[in-house]
């Protein structure tokens, strides 16, 4: 099968939907299938270059993707005429993987990782006006009437049928297909969380970890808010935040930074809360290692790969009852109401105490992903002929 990705982002750009679609396009490859992605060409990348056997097309789009939905236009065509189907994903990259598909007769894949539509205003800080353009752009988007819409979840699915399809007997164009893990680096026999604690020089401490970009949507000003309260009831405690992709959200970060001052000043919380680098990611899981109770304070989660991790480490979690992270969390974890810094403190005193849910471990194998999204564009297969 000879399958095309459309995608405003790829690597070396790294990312959720990235990680993904690398998996997914790789792991097609391995299968015997032959993939072509286009994506927007980021400074020092080449315009073509054979990548785990995924064949990658650049187009320049001045350095910005938003560019993207018009400027690759011209390449999609070109290349969706030899492709079966077409995968794609939101956003900048929909509009011409739709519309080359339409023209040329192809079936199209939309890879659905979050959808907002009608919450903007309740996951962003963004202004009215901004909340709506957003929400129009988005909608747009989703409306277009791809042949198959794969969900990274149920709660995803759940919206997607009720904001974009809204039509019973279309329900079936929306599927949910979990995205993967790649479970032999996530082994926690792979992890030192004492050398950590070493470098840090927090052996004695109970360390709380959480971790991720400081995006709209996860809720790190609400778990330092909680940090007083954790503080008082746990003394020993310390917070480990790791922040990265600061430049690309350098006004949040700095919000955070504010706002942690601020309390430190009034709640003397310097000792108790230390902001550290982002790491490569196969390094990531000695830091998840490290912590006595890992948070993730979300307020919206399409799939939740970062309460995935923890719970894969074998690590309690504290972790909100928001999105997907309820079909998601297994292991030793506790679920709180989102944007509430008291009930994420609470979480934590639970942890300290051991009384957590207990349940056998969840597993989401690239291998089951890959072969599902294979059943996916065999159908389409069949119904093109």
């Known amino acids: 099968m000879k399958i ?136 747009m988007i989703y409306t277009l009437n791809y042949d198959r819409y794969i969900c990274v979840s149920q709660a995803t699915r759940n919206d997607i049928i009720k904001d974009v399809i809204k039509n019973k007997a279309s329900e079936k164009k929306a599927i949910t297909i979990y995205n993967g893990l790649d479970y032999r680096l996530w082994n926690p026999d792979n992890f030192d969380g004492n050398k950590v604690r070493e470098q840090l020089d927090i052996k004695d401490r109970f360390v709380c970890f959480s971790w991720g970009r400081p995006g709209m949507s996860k809720g790190f000003e609400y778990l330092i808010e909680a940090l007083p309260e954790i503080s008082a009831q746990i003394p020993n405690s310390i917070l480990l935040l790791m922040l990265g992709s600061i430049e690309t959200h350098r006004q949040r970060y700095e919000k955070l930074l504010q706002l942690i001052k601020k309390l430190a000043q009034r709640h003397q919380l310097e000792n108790r809360i230390k902001i550290i680098p982002s790491v490569p990611y196969e390094q990531l899981g000695s830091f998840i290692a490290a912590a006595d109770c890992a948070i993730v304070p979300s307020v919206s989660e399409g799939f939740g790969y970062s309460a995935i991790e923890a719970c894969t480490m074998n690590v309690p979690l504290v972790a909100t009852n928001v999105g997907s992270i309820p079909e998601v969390v297994s292991g030793k974890f506790i679920l709180v109401n989102s944007k509430d810094s008291n009930a994420i403190a609470e979480g934590v005193l639970k942890i300290k105490e051991n009384k957590y849910t207990s349940t056998p471990l969840k597993k989401f194998t690239w ?19």
């Not at 077409?86 to 939309?110: D, E, R, Y």
Request: glycine share 6%.
């Open 4 to 139: 095309l990705f459309v995608c405003e982002n790829y690597l070396p750009h790294l990312g959720g939907a990235e990680v993904v679609f690398k998996n997914l396009a790789e792991g097609f490859v391995k299968l015997g299938h032959e993939v072509s992605l286009i994506t927007h060409r980021i400074k020092g990348t080449k315009r073509y270059e054979l990548m785990g056997g995924v064949k990658v097309y650049r187009v320049n789009c001045f350095r910005s993707r938003y560019f993207f939905s018009f400027l690759a236009i011209p390449k999609v065509l070109k290349l969706a005429k030899k492709a079966d189907v077409i995968q794609t994903t939101s956003f900048n990259g929909a509009p011409p993987a739709w519309l080359a598909a339409k023209l040329i007769k192809k079936p199209v894949v939309i890879t659905v990782h979050e959808n907002w539509i009608n919450k903007w205003s309740k996951v962003t800080d963004l202004s009215k006006i901004s909340c709506f353009i957003h929400n129009c752009l988005e909608k």
């Open 367 to 385: 291998e089951r992903a890959i072969q599902e999204y294979l059943d996916v564009y065999g159908e389409l297969q069949r119904d093109v002929k």
